[in-house]
């Protein structure tokens, strides 16, 4: 765990442990949930589908590519629970494959037209 206070920057890295030198590390869905086994009912999206959703999030420059070094702002849930927990998804991707996830970037799923 890790001892923030409210609206302090809390930063994360992820590396990746890989013989190979040709990967790519993405973040693609970083969710925060007031409890550590729910992160799909009462939940708050940091990131979704590599789409920013939380104005405090902010990435940083990374030497490698099988590294991603970001932040966000800590924050608290309604009712004063005094705990958050964060669980991200990455996807690890071949370098200079522009067609796989990690150069996609953002995707933002359009909505289907009602059915007739």
């Known amino acids: 765990p890790y001892y923030v206070d409210i609206n302090q920057n809390l930063f994360l890295e992820a590396y990746l442990h890989s013989s190979d030198s040709n990967l790519v590390l993405f973040v693609d869905t970083c969710v925060a ?67 796989s996830r990690c150069y996609q970037g953002c995707i933002t799923r359009s909505k289907r037209e009602p059915s007739s």
Request: proline share 6%.
């Open 33 to 99: 949930s007031p409890t550590p086994h729910n992160f799909t009912t009462v939940t708050y999206d940091i990131i979704r589908n590599g789409c920013v959703r939380d104005s405090t999030y902010a990435t940083y420059y990374s030497p490698y590519t099988h590294m991603v070094r970001f932040k966000f702002n800590a924050f608290q849930f309604i009712r004063n629970n005094p705990l958050v927990y964060v669980q991200c998804e990455l996807v690890v991707c071949r370098a200079y494959d522009y067609s």
